[in-house]
């Protein structure tokens, strides 16, 4: 069964303060990673897709990276419009169940001004 | 493009009625999905579709029906609703898997549904 994982459940910085996020995941066959932000009260917004491990993929203040076992998203001088919740998931290669995504339960990021 | 778009955006219902959430998506998606998100238990698969008139069950369909009868549309329903399915509801698309690249999922902004 897939899993993901993300570390940690919420993060509080200060504007300007760089820190990562982390997703670990287990899948049988990894077809592509993916990035999504959430603000409250809306839908989530595809960020990025990883797709091997050492692929790298960049936006703004945000920095995916991917490793056999887990991504990182890097956050460079985050900003107060930066604060939402991070949803990490994983799409496997495999059989009749390469539609499906297995999402983590999201890190919660606030970043006070 | 509006992209995905779900109605209503707030329905509260009492035990035993039925609803129908609609879900409409004008990127020319073929794959098109029903999520629901709950507290702690992060995105679930209810149903999804590959086609137009196809559909098949993901991870927590019971309770649930679902309709694909036009390729931009895919219609969710709930016959008998109950408390345990008090939950905000998500509908996606994205591309056939056969496109290399665009595995990625488009996403709705969502119905609130509160069954009393």
């Known amino acids: 069964e897939d899993q993901v994982t993300q570390s940690p459940e919420a993060l509080r910085l200060q504007e300007g303060e760089s820190s990562s996020l982390n997703c670990s995941y287990t899948?049988?066959?990894?077809?592509?990673l993916f990035w999504y932000r959430q603000d409250p009260g809306k839908g989530p917004e595809f960020l990025f897709t990883l797709y091997s491990a050492g692929e790298e993929k960049e936006k703004e203040r945000l920095k995916a990276t991917l490793t056999k076992k887990e991504s990182f998203l890097h956050i460079t001088a985050p900003k107060p419009e930066d604060s939402a919740t991070y949803l990490c998931?994983?799409?496997?290669?495999?059989?009749?169940?390469?539609?499906?995504?297995?999402f983590g339960k999201g890190t919660l990021l606030t970043v006070n001004p | 493009n509006a992209g995905v778009t779900q109605t209503p955006k707030f329905r509260v219902l009492k035990t035993g009625q039925s609803m129908t959430l609609l879900c409409a998506q004008d990127?020319?998606?073929?794959?098109m999905y029903w999520y629901r998100q709950d507290p702690g238990m992060g995105l679930r698969l209810i149903h999804y579709s590959v086609g137009e008139g196809t559909t098949a069950k993901g991870e927590v369909p019971d309770g649930y029906n679902v309709s694909r009868l036009k390729k931009q549309n895919f219609l969710l329903g709930l016959e008998s609703a109950a408390p345990s399915q008090t939950s905000v509801y998500f509908c996606?698309?994205?591309?056939?898997?056969?496109?290399?690249?665009?595995?990625?999922?488009?996403f709705g902004p969502g119905t609130r549904l509160t069954v009393t």
């Open positions: 998931a994983v799409q496997a290669r495999s059989g009749g169940s390469n539609y499906k995504l297995t």
């Open positions: 990127m020319n998606h073929e794959y």
């Open positions: 996606a698309s994205s591309y056939s898997t056969r496109d290399r690249g665009k595995y990625e999922q488009y």
């Open positions: 899948v049988s066959g990894l077809r592509g």
